[in-house]
């Protein structure tokens, strides 16, 4: 069921006669510790600050209407206010105490409140989205895998996401122009009608199709998408490397079904492409619905109160008529006027371009010797590294026949010879890791220090080391 996942206490407080100040004081925690998590972790009593400022500066004419559940002492200012508000949302799972270091506690919005809450404000807010932005990342996406199939094969879990979260954006376009439809279709031609127009369907509704119509075509990568698609669906050898990468990353899921996503994820993003343009059908079907009834109830308005036109009239002749100058500042609008000749709008006659310069090139002296050092340097670097297969071979040139053989006896006749002698440490009693290199080698050889003896040659001066060939 759906609300098995759910904790239903958390509608309890929305639910209230104090519906509105719990809302406040939860979006005020919500924003101090989710919108706005800088300064660390909240306290309770930063949490009930948090409340009593929102309180305070929002809802100062607002009273409690106390309820059944409610308990403590009497609830007469903010203060009081705020801790009760504080102690329900704790109650029913808004927020969740928690020990911290010593005896310190803190507050936190748990990650089932904090998405309920997230999806409540958007409800709230007004749509912005571009989707002009969003079908090219989607196509941007799509291109890198087919170009680069191993490195950005997570894109396409990306592309899938926000095709998918594209997809409910336009059918959520869709479903708001045909209900400010329906409710145009269900009012009268009054003052209603229009402020529906006006602030719904212009504001929202038309704004995220004038978006989507003008801005950014879909059909300018809708197509191109559904190509690389389709390119990426019928070649084996991409699918297959990038399920292979993919399933790397995934240790859990293996190799089939990781394709069998992938696959799934590409016949996705086609279904949700290739069905743009319906989409763009219906919502330009309602678009065109509203904008003829309003223009229907407009001229109907004139029609019914003839006076009307007479009063835009005389209002539009008067505000004509009237003296454009620096002191006419009560008008209900700035005073913008544009003089037709002017200075700018003169032709002036045609000035020679000054004659071109040569440009002063200069040319960055390169120190060899820097150059030379970088590589040197870089060379080193390179063979440093952990090489077994080098120190087995001085070893045993050193070595020769004999069973044992000190530092103090060896011979260094280059950089190979000295990074393979300085490695010799790694053997040092027998105490090398498994997961070292040269863990092979501490079962054949034993290292291990020569008590008061120093070995000093032109390289370096250390403690001397024995090498033992470990009998068979």
């Known amino acids: 069921m759906f609300f ?35 300064e660390g972790e909240c306290t309770p009593k930063q949490a009930r600050q948090v409340i009593y400022n929102a309180l305070s500066s929002g809802n100062q004419n607002v009273e409690w209407v106390y309820e059944a559940e409610d308990e403590g002492e009497e609830i007469l200012d903010h203060t009081s206010m705020a801790a009760q508000i504080y102690s329900v949302l704790k109650k029913t799972g808004w927020i969740i105490e928690m020990d911290d270091v010593g005896y310190r506690r803190i507050v936190y919005i748990p990650q ?22 969003t079908f090219q990342g989607v196509y941007g996406a799509l291109l890198s895998v087919e170009k680069n199939p191993v490195e950005y ?33 269900e009012q009268s031609v009054d003052a209603h009608l229009f402020q529906t127009f006006f602030d719904e369907f212009l504001t929202e509704c038309l704004g995220s199709f004038d978006h989507i119509k003008i801005n950014s075509h879909p059909n300018r990568y809708r197509s191109e998408t559904l190509s690389v698609v389709t390119r990426l669906l ?3 050898e991409k699918l297959d490397q990038i399920s292979v990468k993919l399933a790397r ?12 996503l992938v696959i799934n994820d590409l016949n996705e993003i086609f279904r949700v492409f290739s069905g743009i343009p319906r989409l763009m059908d219906i919502i330009e079907r309602y678009r065109s619905v509203t ?41 209900p609008a700035p005073v913008v006027h544009e003089e037709y000749v002017a200075g700018y709008r003169l032709t002036s006659p045609r000035k020679p371009k000054p004659e071109a310069q040569p440009t002063k090139q200069i040319i960055k002296t390169v120190n060899n010797w820097d150059i030379a050092y970088g590589r040197v340097y870089d060379e080193y670097l390179t063979r440093r590294t952990d090489q ?29 010879d000295l990074l393979a002698f300085l490695q010799l440490r790694e053997l040092l009693h027998n105490s090398v890791p498994i997961d070292s290199p040269f863990e092979q080698l501490s079962k054949t050889y034993k290292v291990s220090r020569v008590e008061g003896v ?19």
Request: hydrophobic share 35%.
């Open 291 to 331: 904008i003829r009834r309003t223009r229907e109830a407009m001229q109907y308005s004139f029609q019914a109160v003839p006076e009307i036109g007479r009063k835009i009239e005389t209002v539009t002749k008067a505000l004509a008529n009237f003296p454009l100058c620096e002191s006419s500042m009560f008008l």
């Open 153 to 185: 094969s997570a894109q396409i879990i990306f592309a899938s996401k926000v095709t998918r979260e594209l997809s409910n954006e336009l059918k959520s376009v869709a479903a708001s122009a045909r209900e400010v439809t329906h409710k145009m279709r």
């Open 388 to 416: 077994p297969q080098r120190l087995e071979d001085y070893i045993l040139r050193e070595l020769g026949d004999k069973s044992s053989i000190t530092t103090c006896e060896m011979s260094i006749d280059g950089l190979e």
């Open 112 to 133: 089932q409140s904090s998405r309920l809450l997230q999806a409540i404000k958007s409800v709230s807010d007004r749509r912005d989205f571009s989707i002009g932005a």
């Open 234 to 236: 019928n070649d084996e």
């Open 4 to 38: 098995d996942h759910i904790n239903t206490d958390l509608f309890r407080p929305l639910v209230s006669k104090n519906a509105r100040l719990y809302g406040t004081g939860l979006m005020a925690i919500y924003d101090s510790l989710v919108n706005q998590y800088i």
């Open 454 to 472: 120093t070995t000093d040659n032109e390289y370096i001066t250390a403690p001397s080391l024995r090498v033992e060939r470990f009998c068979d």
């Open 249 to 260: 990353e995934n240790s859990h899921i293996d190799y089939r079904h990781q394709k069998q």
